[in-house]
């Protein structure tokens, strides 16, 4: 018996087809008169011939490769690869809602109009902001939206020279990417000891040309930088703004809000902390909330209520412009405004509190076999270092590619950059207790193989469909089609 289904070229046999079509019931074209026939084939594609069961086992057997939420545990940290309710599924498939088009008349779609200034307002009161746009696609579109008003702010007010931007050096790598696509110089300010934001070296590099500092809080180490009051002030009293990357901020739903923390701009990614669906490059979801003195320079057009009408407002003569066709990314809005009216505030602190207690528990057991470069309370993740294991020859590398053999999708490798052989960790809120020991106890394995037979770590994975592959071929000359052996 083969161990995998063969793929659906070794099936391929002449003459099987795998579909039926009923006679056409028009005049047959000649295709010359619409294509030019220098796109036109002159042979058939070489395409597999099979029948429909085959077909149907082919996908089915790349279906049971793929790994997702609904196969098993996700510890993918920074990124919150948590579960989606399927009640959002079942609310964005409304036909209210899937089936409408955004060029409709306003009238005649009302109760979208409503649930997308209904989540504005929610996102309001969660992040401390003024106002809110859902046009952004997804988290690093909002950080390039949030920095265009700034952007757009200091121009207006005659600032033309603010041409830096400060990041952390355990920055999201989105933040120096946006800055400079946003026409920005990017600036490092260092960690200190603590993992936190050094305050002089912060000091150190904020001037004049200062147009803003971009945090997430807690920060990429999974650490709440306790010093952002003070931070807030040293860069609002240069002229700078603050912007918050809303990557982290399951970590802190309704028990702190960055508009309180002193930020001005917020972006929100609603397929990680409000459970749109999220790997695979999409779809994304990046709201931008502002405090009061950037709304103007917000996207147009907003959501608005006039009266008992719920209209799109153009009137914005200082607008940054649209920043996406139609209105956003609608269906990733109507699940997370599900999300949100399921949980309420208490569930929202409650996905907190069981968020950091997850990653605590996690990181107080692992402790004792990986090294712990900050030996402090987390928040919803925490960062392990391989460095103890690099000595006895086995990678983090390694370590990643040997919990594929335990049925997990390894957990972020050699990312913040300023910490060696990294692994970050993130268990999210929605995990068992149990999930979590069996994933604790395949780390403990995997640290004793170190120590005691390297050579299993080192040439994991041994039960996957691909072995281990050399990534810099792979990465250099892919394969991308179908090659006979």
């Given at each position: 018996?083969?161990?995998?289904?063969?793929?659906?070229?070794?099936?391929?046999?002449?003459?099987?087809?795998?579909?039926?079509?009923?006679?056409?019931?028009?005049?047959?074209?000649?295709?010359?008169?619409?294509i030019?026939?220098?796109?036109?084939?002159?042979?058939p594609?070489?395409?597999?011939?099979?029948?429909?069961?085959?077909?149907?086992?082919?996908?089915?057997?790349?279906?049971?490769?793929?790994?997702?939420?609904?196969?098993?545990?996700?510890?993918?940290?920074?990124?919150?690869?948590?579960?989606?309710?399927?009640?959002?599924?079942?609310?964005?498939?409304?036909?209210?809602?899937?089936?409408?088009?955004?060029?409709?008349?306003?009238?005649?779609?009302?109760?979208?109009?409503?649930?997308?200034?209904?989540?504005?307002?929610?996102?309001?009161?969660?992040?401390?902001?003024?106002?809110?746009?859902?046009?952004?696609?997804?988290?690093?579109?909002?950080?390039?939206?949030?920095?265009?008003?700034?952007?757009?702010?200091?121009?207006?007010?005659?600032?033309?020279n603010?041409?830096?931007?400060?990041?952390?050096?355990?920055?999201?790598?989105?933040?120096?990417?946006?800055?400079?696509?946003?026409?920005?110089?990017?600036?490092?300010?260092?960690?200190d000891?603590?993992?936190?934001?050094?305050?002089?070296?912060?000091?150190?590099?904020?001037?004049?040309d200062?147009a803003?500092?971009?945090?997430?809080?807690?920060?990429?180490?999974?650490?709440?930088?306790?010093?952002?009051?003070?931070?807030?002030?040293?860069?609002?009293?240069?002229?700078?703004?603050?912007?918050?990357?809303?990557?982290?901020?399951?970590?802190?739903?309704?028990?702190?809000?960055?508009?309180?923390m002193?930020?001005?701009?917020?972006?929100?990614?609603?397929?990680?902390?409000?459970?749109?669906?999220?790997?695979?490059?999409?779809?994304?979801?990046?709201?931008?909330?502002?405090?009061?003195?950037?709304?103007?320079?917000?996207?147009?057009?907003?959501?608005?209520?006039?009266?008992?009408?719920?209209?799109?407002?153009?009137?914005?003569?200082?607008?940054?412009?649209?920043?996406?066709?139609?209105?956003?990314?609608?269906?990733?809005?109507?699940?997370?405004?599900?999300?949100?009216?399921?949980?309420?505030?208490?569930?929202?602190?409650?996905?907190?509190?069981?968020?950091v207690?997850?990653?605590?528990?996690?990181?107080?057991?692992?402790?004792?076999?990986?090294?712990?470069?900050?030996?402090?309370?987390?928040k919803?993740?925490?960062?392990?270092?391989?460095?103890?294991?690099?000595?006895?020859?086995?990678?983090?590398?390694?370590?990643?590619?040997r919990?594929?053999?335990?049925?997990?999708?390894?957990?972020?490798?050699?990312?913040?950059?300023?910490?060696?052989?990294?692994i970050?960790?993130?268990?999210?809120?929605?995990?068992?207790?149990?999930?979590?020991?069996?994933?604790?106890d395949?780390?403990?394995?995997?640290?004793?193989?170190?120590?005691?037979?390297?050579?299993?770590?080192?040439?994991?994975?041994?039960?996957?469909?691909?072995?281990?592959?050399?990534?810099?071929?792979?990465?250099?000359?892919?394969?991308?089609?179908?090659?006979?052996?």
């Amino acid at each position: 018996m083969h161990k995998h289904q063969p793929l659906i070229f070794e099936n391929s046999t002449p003459g099987r087809i795998g579909y039926s079509l009923p006679e056409m019931d028009i005049p047959e074209l000649d295709v010359s008169e619409l294509i030019p026939a220098d796109y036109i084939r002159s042979e058939p594609a070489k395409l597999p011939e099979v029948s429909e069961l085959d077909i149907m086992r082919h996908y089915t057997a790349l279906s049971k490769r793929n790994h997702g939420l609904d196969s098993g545990f996700y510890p993918l940290g920074s990124c919150t690869m948590k579960y989606n309710p399927k009640i959002n599924e079942n609310v964005a498939r409304f036909s209210g809602f899937a089936h409408i088009h955004p060029l409709q008349d306003e009238s005649s779609v009302q109760g979208a109009l409503e649930l997308m200034y209904d989540l504005q307002q929610h996102l309001i009161e969660i992040t401390g902001m003024d106002e809110v746009t859902l046009q952004p696609a997804a988290g690093a579109h909002g950080e390039w939206t949030g920095l265009m008003m700034i952007r757009a702010f200091h121009e207006a007010n005659g600032d033309v020279n603010r041409s830096k931007v400060i990041v952390p050096d355990s920055a999201h790598g989105t933040n120096p990417a946006s800055a400079t696509v946003a026409g920005f110089e990017t600036i490092t300010v260092k960690s200190d000891e603590n993992g936190l934001v050094d305050l002089e070296d912060l000091r150190r590099v904020v001037g004049e040309d200062t147009a803003a500092l971009m945090l997430t809080n807690p920060n990429t180490l999974g650490l709440f930088e306790e010093n952002i009051l003070e931070m807030a002030k040293i860069v609002h009293d240069a002229g700078g703004k603050l912007y918050y990357d809303g990557a982290n901020l399951n970590a802190v739903l309704s028990k702190a809000r960055p508009g309180d923390m002193g930020f001005d701009v917020v972006h929100l990614n609603l397929h990680k902390t409000f459970t749109g669906p999220h790997g695979g490059g999409g779809p994304g979801s990046g709201p931008v909330g502002v405090k009061t003195d950037l709304i103007p320079y917000l996207p147009k057009p907003v959501i608005t209520k006039v009266g008992e009408e719920y209209v799109f407002d153009y009137d914005r003569p200082l607008s940054i412009g649209r920043v996406k066709p139609y209105y956003g990314n609608f269906g990733i809005n109507v699940r997370a405004y599900t999300y949100i009216r399921s949980m309420g505030p208490d569930g929202l602190r409650a996905v907190t509190e069981n968020a950091v207690l997850n990653a605590n528990y996690m990181m107080r057991r692992l402790a004792e076999y990986y090294d712990l470069p900050f030996d402090r309370h987390c928040k919803h993740e925490f960062v392990l270092s391989g460095r103890r294991q690099k000595k006895l020859g086995v990678r983090t590398l390694d370590i990643a590619k040997r919990l594929l053999d335990f049925g997990y999708h390894p957990p972020t490798i050699y990312f913040p950059l300023n910490v060696e052989e990294c692994i970050m960790i993130e268990p999210t809120e929605t995990e068992s207790k149990e999930t979590l020991d069996q994933f604790i106890d395949a780390m403990i394995q995997i640290a004793k193989e170190a120590e005691e037979t390297p050579e299993i770590v080192q040439e994991a994975p041994h039960t996957t469909v691909i072995g281990r592959l050399d990534e810099t071929l792979a990465a250099r000359k892919p394969v991308l089609r179908y090659i006979k052996a």
